[in-house]
């Protein structure tokens, strides 16, 4: 019985002192992600990266929930699929603090791909007052087969280990010693 308090009691400790798996998420796993600005694709604090795709007349509105707040960076890495021609690819991103609401966000950048410029890469900097939501809209305006990837300091939200404090476990093992001596009574 001492010997099972106690795996069970350092099972528990380890447990209450592992942080949060982060995931990715690509869109054909999860699915097309949504085309509507004011309904956006949610992302959690679990999530440190996106990756999906893009082709004319094609937009993503994506909202990141629960990151880090204050000053960080998000980049977003694009890339130019070969599919036999040389036709280019443009796209454009905006993003905001707050939900799009008939209004566009912030200009982040264009970008304009073709096989003798197959990737580029657009860097938000986000400032201090930065608080934890982020909404990107990324659209889409010719060519086909578009890749993206988000990735940024504050993906996911680095939860800090919280150990159990030393009461609690003094106080589970308190407990563990009286089941141990009522046992041995009966």
Do not use: C
């Amino acid at each position: 019985m001492k010997t099972t308090v106690s795996a069970a009691l350092v099972s528990l400790a380890a447990l209450a002192a592992s942080p949060a798996q982060a995931i990715t998420v690509s869109e054909p796993e999860h699915g097309e992600y949504s085309k509507i600005y004011n309904a956006p694709t949610v992302f959690g604090d679990d999530v440190s990266a996106v990756s999906g795709t893009g082709r004319a007349n094609h937009f993503d509105f994506l909202h990141f929930s629960g990151l880090a707040t204050g000053a960080q960076t998000v980049t977003i890495d694009f890339g130019y699929i070969p599919d036999g021609t040389t036709d280019g690819r443009t796209a454009n991103l905006i993003w905001r603090d707050q939900p799009f609401m008939g209004e566009w966000g912030t200009y982040g950048g264009s970008i304009s791909l073709h096989p003798g410029n197959p990737t580029t890469t657009l860097t938000l900097s986000l400032g201090d007052s930065f608080a934890g939501d982020l909404y990107l809209g990324l659209m889409f305006y010719s060519g086909t087969n578009i890749t993206y990837n988000i990735t940024g300091t504050g993906f996911p939200v680095e939860t800090p280990a919280v150990p159990l404090p030393a009461g609690l476990l003094l106080g589970l093992s308190a407990l563990g010693a009286l089941g141990f001596a009522a046992r041995r009574r009966a």
